[in-house]
């Protein structure tokens, strides 16, 4: 049986983490990869929900608009907005073959602090 306190605990941990993480990679100007691992915190902080609701880990997918649909949370329509246009970062990170999106320090951080605010409303509502 899935300790789910301990799971919840792990996912929060590691979104914290990976935030750390981007905040880094932006203050160094690894652009991509600073909205990789934002989106890898979005994503972790998702799976805390996702494992709250189903009692059970996780599935194993990136896309930030499923993991909330199966989170079961009532996101408003600029949130999902923004969470659907954020998986881009997660492709580039994995996937070079795809749409190269060109950014600024000035639109990384920007977006960063978007996918802050989200993290902290996700925060929130654990």
């Known amino acids: 049986m899935v300790d789910v306190q301990k799971q919840i605990d792990y996912w929060q941990t ?13 203050e160094k100007g690894h652009l991509r990869h600073c909205l990789f691992f934002a989106h890898l915190a979005i994503e972790k902080i998702l799976k805390a929900h996702v494992t709250r609701q189903i009692n059970d880990i996780p599935p194993r997918i990136h896309n930030l608009v499923r993991l909330a649909e199966k989170a079961e949370l009532s996101l ?9 246009s954020f998986d881009i970062f997660q492709l580039e990170g994995h996937y070079p073959d795809s749409t190269q999106i ?3 320090s000035k639109d990384a951080q920007e977006k960063l602090s978007k ?4 993290i902290k409303w996700l925060k929130a509502q654990l």
Do not use: M
């Open 76 to 84: 408003d329509a600029e949130q999902i907005t923004f969470l659907r």
């Open 115 to 118: 996918a802050g605010d989200i």
């Open 14 to 26: 590691s979104s914290n983490e990976d935030f750390a993480a981007a905040e880094s990679l932006l």
């Open 102 to 104: 060109l950014l600024d």
